[in-house]
DNA sequence: AAACTTATGTTCGCATATCGAACTTATTGA
DNA sequence: TCAATAAGTTCGATATGCGAACATAAGTTT
């Protein structure tokens, strides 16, 4: 029983604690406010059942109401506070993250695999860049078509990269964007081999990054770390001669400060 | 009814939500990983009921499993991260308290009110400094014995100033701990004429901070912005005379820039 | 190896928590 | 003023979730 995941429908599956959690995760950044009605069409609840999670969500205190308007409060950073707090590498890494954009003028962040995309768990944004600012700690990205997603893949157990590459489903953000699971296997299999990934607009127009793993001393791997530039203003040259060997150097002053 | 906070046991409370919500938040930074017993105890929960509740959290992808130990996985930053989407100006004050990082050398945080506490939505931590490694996005102190809380304290409409100093408790983290409701009152009243707050090792030995609101061009109250120091190292004179021009120069800036 | 302790898995009767249809009331816009 | 939209509320029904009790597994001690 140990592998089996419950399913909706199974008698220890608690649905009302389902159906909360997506209530409060149906805000996003375009709707940081609705009204009920609202939230319930997005979640296509029956317009009592969501009532009564939002207003059990604001006895909670995890959402506030302005009139017919609801929205999240900052209690919400509370519960994934926790995941923060546990790993207390992050704030090492933090600080080697931000002198790489100091020195280079370049956002760099650390990411962990989660499911089939990766999520910000730490970021140095560069100042005054747009793409810079849309990207926080929490924000997820397809692994498939990331640096650090191709990184992390590279870090899978056969069995469980041949699943991911069973299931994924591949998009064409740019006509650069890997087409096939077969094409998608081969690079990371280069990662592998080399070490780093480079992914030149495959995601985005104009967006770069090459990213490394990156693991404490006793060799856990705590994630990939990346530094992203734009296309126009970085060429391969630099990327491969100054990033890449800056990027590995941090890497591995993370490796010696922790264990 | 629209100011009414639903309670446990009313009919639309909907206590499974509730409970389930309570078992994510058990995790903390010391018990980033523990058995269903733990989790049972910890929550005074039945041994049952918080099994279910940790295997529908398996299922929804917010909690991983280890053979009998059951820790939370990144995705629990998703639940916060439409709270931190939501407001733009983030991105930009970041920039702004990393400016005083690197100027000053020092910690520098946006914080908002949540309740009786502050929680920290934007930081800028200085390097190596075990204070400041320790405070992160998420983190929540009591408004009562924090610069950015007796800002925002001071930021509140009278009948809510009131209502908060009736029932906040009052505890003696130091010597230098303010102990009454009265003391703190005038206090506030003071940081209202003065436009800032220094509290000064009230919640930790060496602890100093200065701290003023900060609002968008709009007018809207965006949160509080501080700067703390450690009291051996920065005297009450640089505080007041660097420092707090410093930070209100911050503050001036994003008003600046957001509107 | 056996006994004991601790932990977890599972079942299932049952109480009640939650669901949603339907009706009422409030708000908004033309 | 009226129609449309939105929200509040009730309550019968029943599916959900609870927890006691028993079974099984794992770890520790003797």
Redesign the interface.
Known sequence: M?DQ???PGDR???G??????EV??V???EH??MTLSEVAARTEMDRAKA???L????????IK?N?RQF??????????????????Y??VI??YL?DIT?ELGESSSLA?L??DDV?Y?VRS?A??RLM???L?????LPAAYTSMGRVLLAQLPEPELDAFLARVKLEAFTAFSIHSADALKKDIIKVRKQGYSIVDQELDSGLRSVAVPVFAGNGELLGAINISTNAARVDMDTLLGVYLPRLQQAAEAVRRTTH
């Open positions: 140990d995941i419950l399913k220890d599956y608690v009302a604690l389902a159906s909360g959690l409060l995760q805000f996003d950044a940081p406010r009532r009564r999670f207003l059990t969500l604001h006895a909670l205190g995890f109401r009139g929205e999240l409060t900052p209690r919400v950073l509370q519960l994934g506070y926790a995941y923060q707090a546990s790993n207390q992050r704030a933090q600080q931000e100091a962990v989660d499911g999520v768990v944004s100042r005054h810079a600012i849309t926080s700690v929490g924000t997820r």
